[in-house]
């Protein structure tokens, strides 16, 4: 039993973890340091497969498990709810112009889908794999009721680390933050239902390549701004 509380524990202070490093992050190097949006989002992604990685290492999770999990569905609903935030870009902001040639393509590739799944391994994957891992022996986990509170509890602190990432960017400590929040709800749905971390990042670099491609000059997305 005192085994299992550590095991919990453990990823209860990982979680801690994450909710830290997701503010400190942008505010520190986004709105403190201005570093360079481009460069910024490279340093972010070593932060957020770092804090991945050492949550997966010191816990004992296996990452070909976890990819390997209900994959297939995982890929399918990632496509699908890539799409639905394909369509909450196109309806909600106003088309603007981008660069063309290399410039275009590379911020595609670099702005809209590796930030993009970055930001899907922090926000939805990250908190949802440890919080259902927390309970993995917990008699919750054996009842479909107990399941579904799990995994409510998993979507609430993904909207905490989604909450106190955008806070740490200026633009964002306003009623501004509810757009994201209610967008987590969405993106979030591919990895809550598989327990696989690729289907939110596959989700969420479906609204970053929109963003790039539709809207570059956004003032919501593809922070900082």
């Known amino acids: 039993m005192s085994e299992e509380r550590g095991r919990s524990a453990g990823h209860w202070t990982w979680l801690a973890v994450g909710v830290g490093v997701s503010f400190l992050v942008p505010f520190v190097l986004a709105d403190q340091l201005e570093i ?10 070593l932060a957020v497969v ?8 010191s816990t004992g999770q296996s990452l070909g498990e976890l990819v390997a999990r209900r994959w297939r569905l995982a890929l399918i609903l990632g ?31 670099w702005r ?31 009842t479909r009721l107990g ?6 509890l998993a979507l609430a602190a993904s909207l905490l680390i989604t909450a106190t990432y955008h ?44 963003a790039v491609t539709h809207s570059y000059e956004t003032d919501t997305f593809l922070p900082p701004h």
């Open 36 to 45: 360079q949006r481009d460069i910024y989002y490279g340093l972010y992604g």
């Open 79 to 109: 496509l699908v709810f890539a799409a639905i935030s394909v369509l909450i870009v196109v309806k909600s902001e106003d088309s603007t112009p981008h660069p063309g040639g290399a410039e275009f393509i590379g911020a595609i590739i």
């Open 50 to 57: 770092g804090l991945f990685l050492g949550w997966a290492r």
């Open 167 to 210: 806070l740490g960017y200026s633009d964002f400590r306003s009623s501004k933050v509810r757009k994201p929040l209610i967008g987590d709800l969405v993106w979030s749905v591919p990895t809550l239902v598989t327990l696989n971390p690729v289907g939110a990042p596959i989700a969420h670099a479906g609204l970053h390549v929109a």
């Open 112 to 142: 809209g889908l590796v930030y993009g799944a970055i930001d899907g391994l922090l926000l939805s994957a990250f908190p949802i794999l440890v919080v259902f891992a927390a309970f993995a022996r917990s008699h919750l986990r054996q």
């Open 147 to 152: 399941t579904v509170g799990v995994g409510a």
